[in-house]
T-cell receptor, first 113, second 112 residues
Framework: QKEVEQDPGPLSVPEGAIVSLNCTYS??????FMWYRQYSRKGPELLMY????GNKEDGRFTAQVDKSSKYISLFIRDSQPSDSATYLC?????????????FGTGTKLQVIP | DGGITQSPKYLFRKEGQNVTLSCEQN?????MYWYRQDPGQGLRLIYY???????QKGDIAEGYSVSREKKESFPLTVTSAQKNPTAFYLC???????????FGPGTRLTVL
């Protein structure tokens, strides 16, 4: 079993829809959670960074962490064709020193105009 | 503008040849990383360096080598010992001890 599980998709939605992207994990030590967006043939770009449980909002994006369920989500409101990309979740235990970051395999999202 | 650059964008290599991928950053980050990305497997850590003149093996270091002689630079050599080198290679950097990593644009290596 992988430490971080992420549905690869593809997920196709119409423009303007609310998108929900999710990851589950097995390591209860994870307490720092990140979402990256990766366009085709490009490097990942950091979108959201959250610590422990709770919600964090940034524009059309909301990151949600439920540590009790070992489940994190990224919501995209009013989705746009420019949101079409692969979304990677990432997490670390943050125990000091070198912070090993474990990445999900990514969910491919397509927003159809 | 601060950022990470990788060169070349595309690289072709014949079997049996060593090849070096360049990674440079001007973010003043102490830590740098090399990942390999394959379809369906996510990002796998090859090597990382927390400080100049020091580096550590990641999860899949066999067949790769690195150096860290300058803070700004972290080149990766893919040697002929790497059995399946065709992949997308990503360099990243971060502040030392931080988990938020910033990525370069990547190099796609194809072995012919």
């Amino acid at each position: 079993q992988k430490e971080v599980e992420q549905d690869p998709g593809p997920l196709s939605v119409p423009e303007g829809a609310i998108v929900s992207l999710n990851c589950t994990y097995s390591n209860s030590a994870f307490q720092y959670f990140m979402w990256y967006r990766q366009y085709s043939r490009k490097g990942p770009e950091l979108l959201m960074y959250t610590y422990s449980s709770g919600n964090k909002e940034d524009g059309r994006f909301t990151a949600q962490v439920d540590k009790s369920s070992k489940y994190i989500s990224l919501f995209i409101r009013d989705s746009q064709p420019s949101d079409s990309a692969t979304y990677l979740c990432a997490m670390s235990a943050g125990s000091g020193g070198y912070q090993k970051v474990t990445f999900g395999t990514g969910t491919k999202l397509q927003v159809i105009p | 503008d601060g950022g990470i650059t990788q060169s070349p964008k595309y690289l072709f290599r014949k079997e049996g040849q060593n090849v070096t991928l360049s990674c440079e950053q001007n973010l003043n980050h102490d830590a740098m990383y090399w990942y390999r990305q394959d379809p369906g497997q996510g990002l796998r850590l090859i090597y990382y360096s927390q400080i100049v003149n020091d580096f550590q093996k990641g999860d899949i270091a066999e067949g790769y080598s690195v150096s860290r002689e300058k803070k700004e630079s972290f080149p990766l050599t893919v040697t002929s010992a790497q059995k399946n080198p065709t992949a997308f290679y990503l360099c990243a950097s971060s502040r030392r001890g931080a988990d938020t990593q910033y990525f370069g644009p990547g190099t796609r290596l194809t072995v012919l």
